[in-house]
């Protein structure tokens, strides 16, 4: 058990703990790469890569504000890009171009990349928002109550 714990508080090190989550992203985006994104597999793979990429950057989070914002970012974010695409980048593309614009290279390159997205960024920054404000939420509990019933100051 002792060993565990040992190799658990190295994995505290900011720094070896955020290269460790983005050889586990790249690996992922690899294994995303090579199984595609049109399947349940792929998708979840493709969640789990953008997971990684988001707890390098959260991982050393230490106020409930931050993940609140993540949770609320993502969640406009989608709206946004959702608005954008179909409300500005569309009506543009079709102004520009001719009725067969959304036929383009560069039209499907935009729709994939908006809607990847769209589909990986949003459903784990509003999970990870939630679960890291409700984490630290219970940590801030648990220690209030410590030090209440130790007396501490």
């Known amino acids: 058990m002792q060993k565990i714990k ?3 508080s190295i994995l505290k090190n900011s720094r070896l703990a955020t290269r460790v989550l983005l050889a586990l992203f790249a690996a992922l985006v690899i294994c995303v790469i090579f199984v595609g994104l049109d399947n349940a597999t ?10 990684s990429l988001i707890m390098a950057m959260a991982h050393t989070w230490r106020k409930i504000w931050y993940f609140i914002v993540l949770l609320f970012a993502s969640f406009l974010g989608a709206i946004f890009l959702a608005f954008l695409y ?10 520009v171009g001719d009725i067969d ?4 290279t560069a039209w499907r390159i935009f729709h994939l990349l908006v809607s990847n997205i769209i589909l990986l960024v949003t ?7 939630i679960v890291g404000s409700v984490w630290l939420g219970i940590l801030r509990l648990v220690a209030l109550r410590y030090r209440s019933h130790t007396g501490g100051t």
């Not at 792929?42 to 997971?51: D, E, H, N, R, S």
């Not at 614009?101 to 383009?104: D, L, R, W, Y």
């Open 6 to 8: 040992q190799k658990l």
């Open 42 to 51: 792929g998708i979840v793979l493709g969640w789990l890569a953008t997971t």
């Open 86 to 95: 179909m409300e500005v980048a569309l009506p543009l593309a079709g102004w």
């Open 101 to 104: 614009v959304t036929q383009s």
């Open 123 to 129: 459903p784990m920054g509003i999970i990870i928002g």
